[in-house]
């Protein structure tokens, strides 16, 4: 059984993919970037893309009655893996103690610094 996760405060993207799915005890979260709910791409540094992708992670999470301190798993690609320091020190301001699993990689990325998606425990599910 899936749920979709929607909400009108995070970009809604223009692909064929939910914000989210409520399956299996778990929220997933689909990649997200620096977009506004326009759209249109949120800052030029490292640091500016990174607060709004963040931001619109844990909108959706919010959506889903979950919090960054409900996710488990955290992908994130970087255009350029140069940015690797700059962009910690913003993900650290959004994650506390332990820290979720996170892998992290240089990939072509379409006119945007940063994609990051996430898994996150559901509300009510026992650790």
Do not use: W
Request: negative net charge; hydrophobic residues 35%; aromatic residues 6%.
């Amino acid at each position: 059984m899936r749920q979709v996760i929607r909400t009108q405060d995070a970009s809604a993207g223009d692909g064929p993919y939910s914000q989210g799915v409520l399956s299996g005890g778990f929220v997933f979260v689909s990649g997200q970037g620096p977009l506004d709910v326009q759209g249109n791409v949120v800052g030029e540094t490292i640091e500016e893309q990174t607060e709004q992708t963040l931001q619109n992670i844990e909108r959706i999470l919010a959506a889903a009655g979950c919090s960054s301190d409900d996710v488990v798993k955290v992908n994130v690609i970087l255009q350029d893996i140069g940015h690797f320091s700059r962009f910690n020190e913003v993900y650290r301001t959004h994650f506390k103690e332990p820290m979720p699993a996170r892998t992290c990689f240089q990939g072509g990325l379409d006119g945007i610094l940063v994609e990051i998606d996430v898994i996150a425990k559901a509300p009510g599910e026992k650790e």
